[in-house]
């Protein structure tokens, strides 16, 4: 086959490569729009993307976790998302593409990621059961059977012409395969009557008397090539055993003939070759061979005769197979955007419950009132982090991909497990009912890198959970109690673990239910949620609180401690430079370096600057609230020009000084003395 009939093919099959790879991607599109509306008769945590988004951090190695945090902030779970949705179109194009050749395999490929969809869902802490499978298994059926449909129709225009041997089809022209009979005239499918052939060129070959044989037409209709089969089975020619000068004078004949017209070519070739262009025994092969090279000549490339009918015999219902694969597209996309937008319509009203519960509450006036913060604990410095951190600048860190939203009225916890006598089961009216306490608390992350953003001192309202616990008849390991680890349990699953004996100490651990004077918000833990002074979050802030259980280090791991985090977390002395900025440029002259110190139940006694390689000098501290909150500091500094290096350590109330080795913060958190370089010009 020569180069020049090979290309339309590949073109062909490029064309319908590139239409498969749209058709896995609309597939992909429509099944997780369908799966989202599904999930909104089930609950929005049931949608594919937050299944397999929470099996993916679940599995993720806790450096890596580390990484993310550190790299995205608090948009870590937005680049997860979408990370898994370009994975998902990238698997979609590759499904499309092979469907285009092979779709029954391709839809059942959407079909296998239903069931992992499916499978993650169920697989998850907070899992309902089977009912979380349904969307990832209702929209991999639909995004199953859109491929399948979309493939059938990509696959409906042929890469190559039905007879053997012709050029590709061009798809696009509507054009369509001669018709198979050799040489027969084109029928008008719609006008009935044959149309009159378009006239030939006339192709001249050096007459031999084999192909007057093959080509001469008698007088009197009788074709020369009729053989008599002897009883020997040997044919003899009659014509030639009667009347050789006969013969001779018919052939001049049809020499003569054959030079002037070959107008009757296609119709003999009509009689002697079959549809598929075989050459049936009578037929002499320079006669092939001439309507062949005929055919060629007067036919374009591409270009069969009688388009009309061509378009006719392939035509889709619908229009032309390009339009009808379109019309199923587009349709196909309006339909997924429609159920998509309508499946995050009824999940979003699914928590305007939640959202009206809140705006409801009315946060009593508590029994016990947080100290006034002494005036001179705010430094007036520009760039230094508030003394009290606003609600909306608190720092996220949690596995949930979908922030729960809980109607106040039916939250309830539990409160059971070893060493408890009278378990319980509690109401939020039942809370707002105790007596409340009002506490200033620092809150800081395992997470949190030396100089990291991940702390905040915020004012909170709850119960104090260790007259909670001493109710149910719980009492600490240091006086008897069966019970070392208090487990508390999340609404999404994630599960903490505090030491009993800290929750129980006299510290102000809380059952939290505000925080700067208003409820808690959805992203912080609303409408319970722990806080406990002095420990990381990871082993003692527990949000969307549901459930807490009495038990041991011994007999349960919690979420993090199974990922290989500390099982005890005391938060470490730590200080941090806000002002200036690293890679600042300044001008000489006074400079103020300021920022925050804290060592939560043990408080900031000293902090100190470097400046390079000069000695530790003593800053000036800010008045101090309690030893449960970060404390401000700051420092004058004539600045010269160069490049220089700022750092800075803290010494805790118990006369420890933070250390300068540097620790990552897996497992129990980080250390280091935080350094910022600048410029001064």
């Not at 009757?264 to 049936?280: H, K, S, W, Y």
């Amino acid at each position: 086959m020569s180069e020049e009939r090979k290309v339309p093919g590949r073109q062909a099959r490029r064309r319908r490569s590139a239409l498969g790879a749209l058709s896995g991607v609309l597939a992909g599109y429509a099944s997780l729009a369908v799966a989202e509306l599904v999930s909104a008769a089930v609950r929005p945590e049931s949608s594919p993307v937050v299944a397999v988004g929470g099996a993916a951090i679940d599995r993720t190695p806790a450096p890596v976790k580390d990484w993310a945090i550190r790299t995205f902030g608090t948009q870590d779970k937005l680049v997860l998302q979408l990370g898994i949705l370009l994975v998902l179109v990238l698997i979609a194009l590759a499904l499309g593409v092979f469907a285009a050749h092979h779709r029954r395999v391709g839809a059942a490929g959407v079909s296998l990621f239903g069931v992992v969809g499916a499978f993650a869902a169920t697989e998850r802490p907070d899992s309902t059961g089977f009912v979380d499978a349904l969307p990832s298994l209702v929209g991999a059926v639909a995004g199953a059977g859109l491929l399948y449909v979309l493939a059938g129709a990509v696959r409906g225009a042929p890469e190559r012409s039905a007879v053997a041997g012709q050029e590709p089809v061009n798809a696009e022209a509507g054009t369509e395969p001669v018709n198979a009979e050799a040489g027969a005239e084109p029928v008008n499918a719609e006008a009935g009557p044959a149309r009159t052939p378009a006239p030939r060129t006339a192709v001249h070959l050096p007459v031999t008397a084999a192909t007057a044989r093959g080509t001469a037409r008698p007088e009197g209709g009788r074709n020369p090539a009729e053989r008599q089969q002897t009883d020997d089975g040997q044919q003899t020619d009659r014509a030639e055993q009667a009347d050789e000068p006969e013969r001779t004078e018919r052939t001049e004949r049809t020499e003569r003939t054959e030079r002037t017209e070959r107008t009757d070519e296609n119709a003999q070739a009509q009689e002697d070759t079959r549809p598929d262009g075989e050459q049936l025994p009578n037929q002499r092969p320079n006669q092939w061979l001439t309507q062949r090279l005929t055919q060629r000549l007067t036919q374009p490339p591409n270009q069969p005769p009688n388009q009309r009918l061509s378009r006719r015999l392939n035509r889709w219902p619908g229009g032309s197979p390009r339009r009808r694969f379109l019309t199923l597209a587009a349709g196909s996309a309006v339909a997924a955007t429609a159920a998509g937008a309508l499946g995050r319509s009824l999940n979003g009203s699914r928590g305007a419950g939640a959202i009206a519960s809140r705006a409801r509450i009315v946060l009593p006036a508590p029994v016990s009132h947080a100290p006034p913060v002494p005036r001179a604990a705010r430094l007036a410095v520009k760039g230094i982090s508030p003394f009290l951190t606003p609600g909306k600048d608190l720092y996220r860190v949690d596995t949930a991909l979908v922030v729960p939203k809980i109607d106040a009225g039916q939250w309830r916890l539990r409160i059971h497990g070893k060493g408890v006598t009278r378990p319980v089961t509690l109401s939020f009216d039942d809370l707002l009912r105790r007596d409340l306490i009002e506490r200033h608390i620092t809150l800081t992350c395992v997470s949190n890198e030396v100089g990291g953003p991940y702390t905040g001192n915020i004012r909170w309202l709850g119960v104090r959970l260790a007259d909670l616990l001493a109710e149910c008849g719980v009492r600490p390991p240091s006086k008897g109690g069966p019970a070392d680890q208090l487990v508390a349990r999340s609404v999404d699953g994630m599960t903490l673990g505090s030491p009993v004996e800290d929750v129980m100490d006299g510290r102000d651990a809380l059952l939290a239910i505000g925080m700067n004077g208003e409820p808690l918000t959805f992203d912080h833990g609303f409408p319970v949620r722990m806080v406990v002074p002095g420990l990381y979050g990871y082993v003692s802030a527990c949000k969307w609180l549901q459930e807490l259980e009495l038990t041991t280090f011994e007999d349960f791991d919690p979420y993090w401690v199974r990922r290989d985090w500390a099982r005890r977390a005391p938060i470490k002395t730590a200080s941090r430079i806000d002002t200036p900025k690293p890679l600042a440029q300044l001008e000489p002259g006074p400079v103020t370096i300021a920022g925050v110190a804290w060592a939560q139940r043990r408080g900031i006694e000293r902090v100190e600057v470097r400046i390079d390689d000069g000695p530790w000098q003593d800053a000036r501290l800010a008045a101090e609230d309690t030893r449960d909150t970060w404390r401000q500091w700051s420092l004058s500094w004539q600045a010269v020009p160069g490049n220089h290096s700022l750092t800075v350590r803290a010494t805790d109330g118990t006369g420890q000084v933070q250390t300068s080795r540097r620790a990552k913060t897996v497992p129990d958190g980080a250390s280091g003395h935080h350094s910022v370089v600048i410029t001064v010009d």
